[in-house]
């Protein structure tokens, strides 16, 4: 069973940069091949998805950090990485990594955006 531990987070300024880990277990081999989501939840809000990386490399994002945020994936760490510049008061959420389509959750890490 793949598992994911998200780590990383923490409160920064506005402006600022941040950078999330997502620690894979349980996929061997297969990790490369999986097409891994992040998704946030604000407080009040529905969890979203707004960034997945693909096995080809293809990387998807919505506006909302699109030119801001990249996903980039370590095959040998069998790590996940999001690197967030530019944060704004918004993008304060509990951050989560998952396989995409997938229900199972971890624990997230929190990251607050103070302006």
């Known amino acids: 069973q793949v598992q994911f531990v998200e780590s990383g987070g923490g409160l920064v300024q506005a402006g600022e940069s941040l950078t999330l880990t997502c620690a894979v277990s349980?996929?061997?081999?297969?990790?490369?091949?999986?097409?891994i989501g992040w998704y946030r939840q604000a407080p009040g809000k529905q969890r979203e998805l707004f960034a997945d990386?693909?096995?080809?490399?293809?990387?998807n994002y919505a506006d909302s950090v699109k030119g801001r945020f990249t996903v980039s994936r370590d095959t040998a760490k069998n790590t996940v990485y999001l690197r967030m510049n530019s944060l704004k008061s918004e993008d304060t959420a509990v951050y989560y990594c998952?396989?995409?389509?997938?229900?199972?959750w971890g624990q997230g890490t929190q990251v607050t955006v103070s302006s």
């Open positions: 990386i693909r096995y080809s490399g293809y990387t």
């Open positions: 998952n396989i995409l389509g997938s229900n199972d």
């Open positions: 349980g996929a061997g081999g297969r990790f490369r091949f999986l097409a």
